[in-house]
């Protein structure tokens, strides 16, 4: 009987140890900047089901999604435009969605290759994170132009956007 209740012991604080390893996302503040109309704004929405392994990054996975209806670019016109069926069209894409596939420590912190999916298009993409005060900070280039959202139509390089995400580490 004392070697069951140690077994069952033993079981539990391992298991208490192993899960104050693993860390989850919440509390999303995704910003970008389209850099050739130097226009900043916010996408919010957050929804993920990432799990942090702390002891061994690699073995971790990010996956998640944001709500395109609640893009805001500071100007009533231009939201409306852009989430309209020309660019965003929201009706019809009402998300944008990450999925992991490696995971890198660096100097730096680690970087994080995926896939994005915007606009039912889905592209390679490379996230550099580091910690920070308990959060995730993240950030990453891409082309709008890539996804079909062709704002610019000089050159791919007019439309490219620079995004930023913090999350908080649970």
């Known amino acids: 009987m004392k070697h069951i209740i ?12 192993y899960g104050q390893h693993q860390a989850t996302l919440s509390d999303a503040q995704v910003t970008f900047t389209f850099i050739s109309k130097r226009v900043k704004g916010t996408i919010s929405g957050f929804s993920s089901s990432s799990k942090i392994d702390r002891n061994n990054i690699s073995n971790s996975t990010f996956k998640g999604t944001v709500e395109t209806k609640t893009l805001d670019s500071g100007n009533f016109l231009r939201n409306w ?24 420590e660096n100097e730096k912190g680690f970087t994080v290759e995926g896939e994005l999916t915007m606009k039912g298009i889905t592209k390679p993409i490379s996230i550099a994170f580091k910690e920070l005060d308990g959060r995730l900070l993240g950030t990453t280039t891409l082309f709008s132009s890539d996804y079909g959202i062709e704002v610019m139509k000089k050159s791919r390089e007019a439309n490219k956007v620079e ?3 913090s999350f908080k580490v649970n």
């Open 163 to 165: 995004v930023q995400m």
């Open 6 to 17: 140690l077994i069952i012991f033993l079981s539990y604080s391992v298991g208490q140890l």
């Open 81 to 104: 435009s852009l989430k309209g069926g020309k660019y965003f069209d929201v009706d019809a894409f009402p998300q944008i969605g990450f999925e992991s596939k490696s995971i890198s």
